[in-house]
């Protein structure tokens, strides 16, 4: 089946610090990457919808400066979390598709700034 | 945008006994519905899900039915088990599945009681 890739699982960082997150589509290509962010306890909120080789759209109130989303090929995207700061502690998932197809998430990745 | 409405938050069940989830969609032109199964800290994981051209779907004691006119479906698991207890997502897609992104449930906590 579908596999993605998250790296890291886990990653703790100093306040104002930059992260960067790597979501990669293992064996198919995928057409579109989504990235979603789940604070404790709740739901998953789509923060942004990348393709390949165009600029990443923003869901409303997602700063795009603050969260970078590159989408070089069909097989990777990264999310940079720029300046990060305590509030921005979170778990955030990518999520790999093919329309038509459904999606595959990766295994997260646990965010927390000191 | 979609709204995805997503009833109770927490389910407990007698071990053997059904559960079900219910939720409610706005977008008349969802035609995708996923359901995730989620553990602590991990992805979360499809068990089922159902397209808009079919009303009901089942896998084992896994079910899930349809209602486009009342823009509703629901998630029925029977005989359960304590290994299913965790927290079940439903989600709601207007592409088919795997180019607009998913919209959540806010989550439902079901526990098995022994």
């Known amino acids: 089946g579908a596999v993605v890739s998250q790296h890291p699982s886990r990653v703790i960082c100093k306040s104002g610090t930059s992260v960067k997150i790597e979501c990669r589509s293992l064996?198919?290509?995928?057409?579109?990457m989504f990235w979603y962010r789940q604070f404790p306890k709740q739901s998953l909120m789509l923060m942004a919808t990348s393709n390949e080789g165009s600029k990443a759209t923003y869901e409303q109130g997602v700063e795009k400066d603050k969260f970078l989303i590159n989408h070089a090929s069909l097989t990777l995207s990264t999310l940079t979390v720029t300046s990060a700061h305590p509030e921005d502690s979170s778990f955030y998932i990518c999520?790999?598709?093919?329309?038509?197809?459904?999606?595959?998430f990766g295994s997260g990745t646990r965010l927390t700034v000191v | 945008g979609e709204n995805v409405e997503q009833h109770p938050s927490t389910l407990s069940v007698q071990e053997g006994d059904s559960a079900v989830i219910k939720c409610t969609y706005s977008?008349?032109?969802?035609?995708?519905f996923p359901w995730y199964k989620q553990e602590l800290g991990k992805r979360p994981q499809l068990i089922i899900d159902i397209r808009s051209n079919v009303g009901e779907k089942k896998d084992q004691r896994i079910a899930v039915t349809l209602n486009k006119t009342a823009k509703h479906f629901s998630l029925h698991i029977t005989e359960t088990q304590p290994e299913d207890s965790a927290v079940y997502f439903c989600a709601a897609d207007d592409s088919g599945g795997g180019a607009d992104g998913l919209t959540f449930g806010k989550g439902t906590h079901l526990i098995i009681q022994p």
């Open positions: 977008d008349s032109a969802s035609n995708y």
């Open positions: 999520s790999a598709s093919r329309s038509g197809f459904g999606y595959t």
């Open positions: 064996d198919f290509q995928a057409t579109t």
